[in-house]
């Protein structure tokens, strides 16, 4: 596996001490729900660490570090309150910069309002990056959800996980993934709202996450997180987070799943072809993050019609509908999207969400 240029050396004892079993934080030993038994359920749910889940016994002075090791690869906001129209505005430090790590720095020890992230594993297609000093987040994945993605997700799936470090009441603005996420809490306390999704938004086989205001239509949810704690976010549910109390709060989310880009599928229909093309309206031909369109095979594959033999009729439908074709017989096109089907079963054909991925796999 590829490593993040720029490693750290840490001291290996340093290492050593930072690592312990977290069974202490919850002292549970009785949970009933595994984390993995959350994936692709849609109810927001709070699982306690087992004991099986290690992780640094000190995370501030550990998000602390690998700030400092890694600065240019964070991403660090902080809020500017304006007393006279009692408003925040959302700044950024320069990443490029080193001075910026002792001005976040500085706002982490005095409790001011700012966060900040850095990715610790992008991993997709069997092939990715762990960062250093990040090992036990790949361990993490390995033990507790590696074997239950496999069968989730046969096609192959995308993981990201990413270090949290915030204080001072600062507000994460709302938003929603496209992932199931979990969000494995280690140090301070925040309150987490989560919209739960909707059964008009599940029920889409195709969709965008550009309609906040309808993902966030009914009451959210609202959990106060404990060191100890795992938060499980449904992919596609609205959420914002705050950071609550002057100690840091440190995180570490893992995202993981297989939305499928429409993008994508129209490249490898259209490999697959030999005459005609496959494409879309240009209303769904945007890249943008929120505005691109997903679907998720997944969904289907235990419908009644989900055999390895052909796509399920309403995956299919939905598909057929949207998808323009020049001079491609509508027999042609069923019997392309069935072969196109098996293959996605039989083979890991998932190449990752992200409009990168898609431009880069023309
Ligand atoms: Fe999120």
Redesign the pocket.
């Known amino acids: 596996m590829l490593q993040y240029t720029n490693p750290v050396q840490i001291p290996k004892l340093l290492i050593r001490n930072l690592f312990i079993s977290l069974q202490h934080f919850s002292g549970a030993d009785n949970f009933m729900t595994e984390p993995s038994d959350c994936l692709q359920t849609l109810t927001p749910m709070l699982v306690n660490f087992s004991g099986k889940i290690v992780h640094p016994v000190d995370p501030v002075p550990w998000a602390l570090d690998m700030f400092a090791a890694y600065l240019s690869e964070a991403d660090m906001q902080f809020r500017e309150r304006s007393v006279e129209v009692n408003e925040s505005t959302l700044l950024y430090f320069d990443q490029k910069d080193p001075a910026s790590f002792e001005q976040f720095k500085h706002r982490i020890d005095s409790a001011q309002p700012v966060h900040g992230s850095l990715p610790l594993i992008d991993f997709c297609a069997g092939d990715g990056t762990v960062r250093n000093n990040a090992d036990w987040a790949w361990q993490i994945y390995n033990t507790i959800f590696e074997q239950k993605m496999a069968t989730c997700h046969p096609m192959g799936s995308y993981l990201r996980s990413t270090m949290w470090m915030s204080c001072g009441e600062h507000r994460y603005d709302v938003?929603c993934?496209l992932f199931d996420?979990f969000l494995f809490h280690m140090s301070g306390c925040k309150l987490v709202r989560v919209w739960p999704v909707s059964k008009e938004h599940s029920d889409m086989v195709i969709f965008n996450h550009s309609d906040f205001d309808g993902r966030m239509a009914s009451e959210a949810i609202e959990f106060n997180l404990k060191p100890g704690q795992i938060l499980f976010?449904p992919s596609g549910a609205m959420?914002e987070v705050i950071s609550i109390g002057d100690e840091p709060s440190v995180s570490v989310s893992f995202h993981m799943g297989s939305p499928f880009p429409m993008p994508t599928l129209c490249i490898q229909l259209n490999k697959m072809l030999q005459g005609g093309k496959v494409s879309l309206s240009p209303n769904m031909n945007s890249i943008n993050k929120f505005k691109m369109y997903f679907f998720e095979p997944t969904r289907f594959i235990n419908t009644n019609n989900g055999s390895q033999d052909g796509m399920p009729e309403e995956l299919y439908k939905a598909l057929a509908e949207v998808l323009q074709s020049e001079n491609i017989a509508s027999k042609t096109m069923r019997e392309l999207m069935s072969s196109w089907w098996q293959i996605a079963m039989t083979q890991p054909l998932y190449q990752g969400p992200y409009p990168e991925r898609v431009s880069g796999y023309e």
């Open positions: 938003h993934d996420g976010i959420h």
